[in-house]
């Protein structure tokens, strides 16, 4: 977590709630139905984010759609910033992507670097027929020509500020958080 005060609460838990509620319809109208759809979360905050997503798409279409896991740690652009020793986790695509609508789900999108490495992961696991990005929150700022298809909510920020989404499954409270820079 981010040392100092939050400069502003962007979402709280109902917000989170409804975002993840509009982009799961908004996922299934777009492609005119789940045939042929899978979801993969990216590590960390996006698996939660993209279990979530499922879990609302079954409730609403009766259909429990294939979700996969990503890590993309060793696609990473600034491995060696990271760590000498960076944490590897699982990625577990359980199914085949070849020739599937697939929905990459992530926390934030930011400059597209990590879009970039997940792109990279996912291409190594087969050629699906079209990659989808949804996030929660789209922060402006990329560094690479990537955008959202699927955003809960834009948040305009500056250089000195920073997002952090905040979940139960991997934090201890359910909010999305501005933060000024030190």
């Not at 100092?4 to 609460?9: A, Q």
């Not at 899978?38 to 294939?66: D, K, M, S, Y």
């Not at 085949?96 to 696991?125: C, H, M, P, Y």
Request: net charge negative; aromatic share 4%.
């Amino acid at each position: 977590m981010m040392e100092g005060t939050p400069k502003n609460r962007i979402m709280d838990e109902d917000g989170i709630r409804r975002a993840i509620s509009r982009i799961s319809h908004e996922i299934v109208e777009k492609s005119k139905g789940t045939e042929n759809l899978v979801l993969v979360g990216v590590r960390t905050r996006g698996v939660p984010l993209a279990e979530r997503i499922q879990e609302r798409i079954l409730e609403f279409e009766n259909v429990r759609l294939p979700l996969g896991l990503l890590d993309i740690t060793l696609y990473r652009d600034d491995l060696s910033m990271i760590d000498v020793q960076p944490v590897l986790h699982e990625t577990r695509v359980p199914f085949s992507i070849e020739g599937k609508t697939l929905i990459l789900i992530d926390d934030v999108l930011f400059t597209g670097r990590t879009v970039r490495a997940a792109l990279n992961a996912l291409i190594d696991l087969g050629r699906p027929h079209k990659i989808q990005l949804a996030v929660l929150i789209d922060r402006g700022h990329r560094e690479l020509p990537i955008r959202a298809d699927f955003v809960g909510k834009n948040v305009p920020t500056s250089s000195r500020e920073t997002i952090s989404v905040c979940l139960k499954e991997t934090d201890e409270n359910e909010e999305v958080l501005l933060w000024e820079k030190l």
